[in-house]
């Protein structure tokens, strides 16, 4: 029922935009002929008549659109920004494909409004907050999260949305394009020293304290008791499972429908672990074979959980553990704790394969020279274990993975050649094969 309804959608909408296409066309034509003979000023005239018609037979067909029954006009017109978030398109990846005889599928998150996959997460956090009566819309409440970026800018973005203020407090070496959008975003953003989850000031610690020490000054301060109290409400991506559920529920739904279940492997890496465990859990309840692969970054400690049942990265060893917890220029993706989100894919993940920071620089650059597609670190990590996947499995499968978001969002960092020499990276002006990929 469903199905054949958007199916009907999908036709009139097609059906819409051919009627503007047709319209503007015999319009061109007309156009063309009267123009081809006559004088500068008569052209003009034709042309401003032309405009004319042109504007009033869009409005036409707007008007035709607006007045389609609901259900059909929700799939034409989205209902403000939280309406631009999720459904986006699955891109199969040309010279990938090419490369290893499988067909290398990628889910284009980095098309949501915010830029990120992390929009579904935030839109989730916040409307499970409002049922659950934390958080009511437009009442100068303020939403708190520790964040290396993307889902502060997300959570920022749908706070501007519904009335909300924003604080983020994150890493001070997260790369500098992110804090300047959050804060053309409106939201308040506290940089800290990155330091170790067991330290009260790590950024996901502090942000718990603030949402906890908000609104106290106000009660104190001898606001009525009639007045109520401004809620900060730690959004807490890590261990809120809204954020399992976003991927469970739109994620996961989107992929099966848009391969219509033939998938072989899906492939990732994990941060909160919240997409990943999502799509994880709602594509293998329905497609039997499917195999699920984390990728992680140098450093992290996730690759051994899933290999050996154990957390432990070797950057951890006493004496060799460098200034970061997860050492990488990758952001993202990689973490030294079992969070709940990612511990709602137990069970389900059946290897892993740890990624270099070379290997992702390399994929990045190969992706923009053979396809034209600029994507940020963990997408390209993402790409290189779906490469790994494509020459276990052998030609002839069907792999998906995600482009979490864009290359804009890592100007000052994965795409600072600078940057990345003084990390001992090899910046190669073009990459044009896989060999990288050992
Ligand atoms: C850019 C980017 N990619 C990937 C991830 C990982 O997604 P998840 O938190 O669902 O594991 C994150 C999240 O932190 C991210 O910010
Ligand atoms: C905002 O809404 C929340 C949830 O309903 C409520 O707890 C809080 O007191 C409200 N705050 C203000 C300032 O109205």
Known sequence: MLD????????????????VFFTLSTTAIVLAAKGSNSKTSRHLDTHASANARRRSSISDSLSRMISLPKTEQENLIRDGVAGLIGNTPMVRIKSLSDATGCDILAKAEFL?????????????????????????????????????GSTGISLAMMAKARGYSAWIVMPDDVALEKSQL????GAHVEKVRPVSIVDKNQFVNLAKRRAQEFGKDDQEGGSSSEDPKKTGFFADQFENLANFEAHFTTTGPEIYKQTQGNVDAIVMGAGTGGTLAGVTKYLKARIPNLKAYLVDPQG???????????????????????????????????????????????????????????????????????????????????????????????????????????????????????????????????????????
């Open 112 to 148: 949501n409004p915010g830029g990120s996959t992390k929009d579904r997460v935030a839109l989730s956090m916040i409307n499970t907050a409002e049922r659950d009566h934390i958080l009511t819309p437009g009442n100068g409440s303020t939403i708190f999260e520790g964040t290396v």
């Open 300 to 438: 992290s400690g996730l690759f051994n959980k899933v290999k050996y049942n154990i957390m432990y990265s070797p950057t951890e060893k006493e004496g060799k553990r460098k200034r970061h917890q997860v050492d990488t220029v990758v952001e993202g993706v990689g973490i030294n704790r079992l969070t709940r989100n990612f511990a709602m894919s137990e069970g389900s993940i059946d290897d892993a394969f740890r990624v270099t920071d070379q290997e992702a620089v390399d994929m990045a650059r190969y992706l923009v020279h053979k396809d034209g597609l600029f994507i940020g670190s963990s997408s390209a990590v993402n790409c290189v274990g779906a490469v790994r996947i494509a020459r276990e499995l052998g030609p002839g499968h069907t792999i998906v993975t995600l482009l979490c978001d864009s290359g804009h969002r890592h100007l000052t960092k994965f795409w600072n050649d600078e940057y990345l020499a003084k990390q001992g990276l090899d910046v190669k002006d073009v990459v044009d094969n896989l060999d990288f990929i050992v």
């Open 182 to 185: 959050l804060e053309k975003l």
């Open 4 to 19: 054949s309804l958007s199916d009907k959608s999908k036709h009139i909408a097609i059906g819409a935009a051919l009627g």
